[in-house]
């Protein structure tokens, strides 16, 4: 293992990458009974596996005949990389993608027992059993040739990483957002329940006028049959302007309630709380009017392909998401 070359590493990690995109989609798809197309790349490849499989590798060097202790050393390899790149990642966009959290003995709900036994039974197949007619394999591919391969490979997975992180970054920046939005419409809504006074009946219709998630399912559930029949695309584009209508709707009910309270016996104290709440729904409006269909799609692929993804901070955002993402099965 010690004497191979960049473009041999290069393959065997874009190998282990492959066959854990098989084996998370096939397992995934079996769960969720539709087909999950696994992971946070666009294409068929999973780079924790390919960096496991290569970390377990380089820690096994000198011990691949004590079957113990490569147990030992690559379960502590690969559980040791699978919790710096859940943390790393979370960090970064803002969502887990996946969590250990109702396991036993997990930590921080990025490693757990399970997961660490696991990665130690893989270890010793891979090591004995996998690797072994792998090597033979892609050391049989003369260098020119595995080189060319490898670069080719290289550039796909860097393209595809890229536009992988740019959709990673749009969902995160979309969570964040709809998180504000939702807070900010809710402090609304009460501000104007204190100006406006209604009556208790009043009060409860103005209520179910604000929930724009009602408003959302209700029209969506209407169109159901209709958005049956269409192509993936239609359907998203669909839910996404459904949503963005039924929020819109609601701050529409809010700025009239506002405006009505308007008038010149109100204290200069109560109009500027008025004035700084319209000018808060205009730059409402103008964001949901603003927010681009591209972005929704790339948070839809997202919840898609990673079903068990979570945002602690977010949690509410992304769980109006992934209702969203359940309409298109």
């Not at 969590?99 to 930590?107: E, F, G, I, R």
Request: hydrophobic share 45%; glycine share 4%.
């Amino acid at each position: 293992m010690r004497f191979y070359a960049i473009d041999q590493w290069i393959l065997f990690f874009m190998f282990y990458c492959f066959c854990g995109w098989i084996w998370e989609s096939c397992y995934v798809s079996v769960l969720e009974r539709r087909w999950v197309n696994r992971g946070f790349l666009r294409g068929p490849l999973l780079p924790i596996y390919g960096s496991g499989a290569l970390v377990i590798l380089i820690a096994t060097i000198r011990v691949k005949t004590n079957l113990w202790l490569v147990f030992l050393l690559g379960m502590i390899a690969a559980t040791v990389l699978e919790y710096i790149t859940g943390v790393v990642m979370e960090k970064l966009f803002k969502v887990r993608y996946w969590d250990y959290s109702k396991q036993k003995l997990n930590l921080n709900g990025y490693i757990c027992l399970t997961s660490s036994l696991a990665w130690g039974g893989f270890s010793v197949l891979l090591v004995r059993f996998v690797h072994p007619p792998i090597e033979w394999l892609i050391l049989k591919i003369p260098q020119g040739i595995a080189e060319i391969i490898a670069i080719a490979l290289v550039v796909l997975f860097t393209i595809d990483a890229v536009q992988s992180i740019r959709a990673a970054l749009d969902l995160r920046e979309m969570l964040t957002k709809l998180t504000e939005e939702n807070e900010g419409l809710r402090r609304l809504a009460k501000r104007a329940e204190i100006i406006a006074a209604f009556g208790e009946e009043d009060l409860h219709k103005f209520r179910e006028r604000l929930e724009w998630n009602k408003v959302f399912r209700t029209t969506v559930n209407k169109e159901e049959s209709v958005l049956r029949k269409t192509k993936r695309k239609e359907r998203r584009t669909a839910s996404f302007t459904a949503r963005a209508a039924a929020k819109l709707k609601a701050l529409q009910e809010l700025s009239e309630t506002f405006k009505n309270a308007l008038s010149d016996h109100i204290s200069e104290e109560r109009r500027t709380e008025i004035t700084e709440a319209l000018e808060k729904i205009r730059t409402y409006e103008a964001r949901i009017r603003t927010r681009t269909e591209k972005a929704y799609h790339h948070a839809m692929r997202i919840l898609r392909n990673n079903p068990s993804a979570s945002a602690k901070d977010d949690s509410e955002a992304m769980e109006d998401l992934r209702k969203d993402s359940e309409l298109k099965k």
